[in-house]
């Protein structure tokens, strides 16, 4: 009786390949952003870091526009899904991940696309549209991981002004580590929430 040779492994099928390379590509346009902002990031650059050659990256993304338009969304999500996953628990906790969101690398691959969009017209209707939708939706699970209660007066003003803290402590932190003064302030907003919420 002679061996029998399996069947050649069945390659994945070039729909797979293509999301997969395609999910390489946003994945690393995002590290580029956060790690050597906008000119830094050129589509060879990205191209290289996600293993992948530059005819491949302007297959699925023929423009740099078009490949870092599509980062925006990819980082949206992310930081969309990355509130809807927290949680639920104490609100000293809840702001202190609201925090933690924004002095990771999502926020600082977001605010390289805000500088950008600043400068390049191509970019700024679709930041600030993503950027408008992404404010709406961490504000709505802020509201529901507090459990607050805004029909009570003052209550959508105390998790607006929270979410405005804690971006701007992402900004601070990106020059210099903030760590021992943000842990102070994030005690004592968790404590000014608190009261506000009831």
Known sequence: MGVVTPPPAAKAPKQDRSRATRQRLLE????CLAEVGWAGSTVSVV????GVSRGAAQHHFPTREDLFTAAVEYVA?????????????????????????YTGPLF??????????????????????LEARVGRETHRIAVRLLDADESRPGVRETVQGL?????????ANLLTDDAARRERVVTQWAALVEEGLG
């Open 28 to 31: 690393a346009a995002v590290a």
């Open 47 to 50: 191209a290289e870091r996600a």
């Open 77 to 101: 999500e992310e930081r969309s899904q990355a509130l809807r996953d927290l949680p639920v628990q104490d609100r000293a906790s809840v702001v202190a991940a609201l925090v933690d969101l």
């Open 108 to 129: 600082r691959a977001a605010l390289q696309l805000w500088v950008a969009a600043s400068n390049e017209e191509q970019l700024r209707p679709r930041v600030t549209e």
């Open 163 to 171: 979410l405005d803290m804690a971006r701007g402590l992402g900004l």
